[in-house]
């Protein structure tokens, strides 16, 4: 069997000492550090302004609020936490997940408007009253996403497309748990245009980003 | 490395018997398997050292994972003794950045074919240029020197060759996985990690693959070659 020749162990050694790294305590609590920042301005937006009940049921309000929290937690918990292995979960599970994330919020929407049937009236049909929903889930998105795809830079030598796309759609559904208490529109196409729509477009941002970012690269100072 | 260790076998088998099952009553695997394992084991506890900050940990986990990456990385990259090298030294190089990330009590091994792999297919984007088919020399070099006979000689570097371009034919998936299971000995649980897909994907990509070798070394066994 052919062996590496021993200048290879001698110059990674060398280049080991100036090439610092965290250790597993360490990072673990850089990553809850940095995931505590991403989701002060969600909270911020909300202390600053309130809830926005404007006539919806509390039940409802607490129900999608429950729901985005849920969802935006395990598609959270999915794309970072590796589980049993440091490769993580399969590319065909990431995949669904992505996709599963906005899906089940539409079935809450959906399951919200057959209990609350009052909630699907007086729906506007001027696209421009979904256009501040839309791009503020982008806005309150953007710290997560940048935070989670900081972490997870340059880690993932499998499938960092996959991983990417599942924390752009979880990252939209942290800012999803922020509209469901800011936004009184439950109208299910006024949902699926401003709250669900942006969560598929981080998805696809995701995937973009994460292909660049998140995959796991050589770099020039190797050798 | 496994693979073309058996290659030989064939001549006394028939050909279903050789895909099947050489792999499994080789005494040969049986050892290498026992050292594998003890090896994955000490190189699982000098990553869950290194991953936990003990720095006396690396040179540890270089020793008992170096030798088999780089063997990989050989077979990737045609035999390109410096290319494997430097692919070698990036991929250790990539751990220590990530130790933080390395899941207590998991294993080392498919990560760190996960990390070579995806180095190597960088690399070969960067250049422009396929490479994964410098198994056809691999496997006459290593067949030429089994042979006991010249005949013998001759018919196994014509099967070494029919096979490896077979293997060349097939998709880069089913290549990835035969490679992986049955070359570098890896769990099929531990190549779909590489892989980065499910058991049942890499189990059904190593199937096309034996089934493909399989329907070449039929055809060698209705031809001249078996007659005689």
């Known amino acids: ?223 | 490395m496994t693979v073309i260790a058996t290659l030989p076998q064939p001549f006394a088998l028939p050909p279903l018997a050789w895909i099947t099952n050489a792999w499994e009553t080789s005494c040969w695997h049986a050892t290498s398997v026992n050292l594998m394992d003890t090896r994955e084991a000490r190189a699982n506890a000098a990553m869950d050292r290194y991953a936990a900050g003990d720095a006396s940990a690396f040179p540890e986990l270089y020793d008992a994972l170096a030798p088999r990456l780089f063997q990989y990385l050989l077979k990737l990259t045609r035999g390109d003794r410096a290319r494997a090298e430097d692919l070698l030294q990036q991929t250790f190089l990539r751990m220590h950045d990530a130790r933080g990330r390395f899941v207590s009590g998991s294993a080392v091994v498919p990560w760190a074919y996960a990390i070579a792999r995806r180095l190597f297919v960088d690399a070969v984007r960067r250049d422009r240029k396929e490479d994964l088919s410098g198994l056809a020399d691999d496997l006459v070099a290593a067949t030429a020197s089994d042979g006991p006979t010249p005949e013998a000689d001759v018919e196994a570097r014509r099967m070494a060759v029919e096979l490896a371009a077979e293997l060349e034919r097939l998709p880069a998936n089913q290549r990835e996985a035969f490679l992986l299971v049955r070359d570098e000995g890896l769990s099929m649980a531990e190549a779909a990690l590489v892989l980065g897909t499910t058991v049942a994907g890499v189990k059904l990509r190593a199937s096309r693959a034996y089934k493909a070798l399989r329907a070449v070394l039929a055809l060698q066994g209705s031809g001249p070659g078996e007659e005689t």
């Not at chain 1, 050694?13 to 969600?42: E, F, G, V």
């Not at chain 1, 196409?189 to 941002?205: F, N, W």
């Open chain 1, 1 to 223: 069997m052919e062996k590496p020749s021993p200048e290879v162990r001698a110059r990674l050694m060398a280049q080991l000492a100036s090439r610092p790294s965290l250790p597993r305590p360490q990072a673990k609590r850089r990553r809850i550090l940095l995931l505590a920042l991403a989701a002060l301005p969600p909270i911020v937006a909300v202390l600053a302004y309130g809830i926005a009940w404007d006539g919806r049921p509390q039940s409802l309000v607490l129900v999608s609020f429950a729901a985005a929290i849920a969802v935006a937690g395990a598609g959270t918990w999915w794309a970072m936490i590796p589980g049993q292995s440091t490769l993580g979960r399969p590319r065909p599970w990431l995949r669904v997940a992505a996709l599963t994330i906005p899906a089940v919020l539409m079935v809450v929407a959906i399951a919200s408007a057959l209990v609350w049937p009052e909630t699907q009236v007086g729906l506007s049909l001027d696209p421009r009253s979904h256009i501040p929903c839309f791009a503020m889930t982008f806005l309150l998105a953007a710290a997560p996403f940048a935070a989670m795809m900081y972490l997870e830079r340059r880690s993932d030598p499998v499938a960092p497309a996959a991983t990417g796309a599942l924390l752009g759609a979880s990252a939209g559904s942290w800012a999803g748990v922020t509209m469901t208490l800011k936004c009184a529109d439950a109208h299910l196409l006024h949902v699926g245009l401003a709250h669900v729509l942006p969560l598929l477009g981080l998805a696809v941002l995701g995937a973009l980003v994460g292909s660049r970012v998140v995959a796991m690269r050589s770099d020039s100072k190797g050798r």
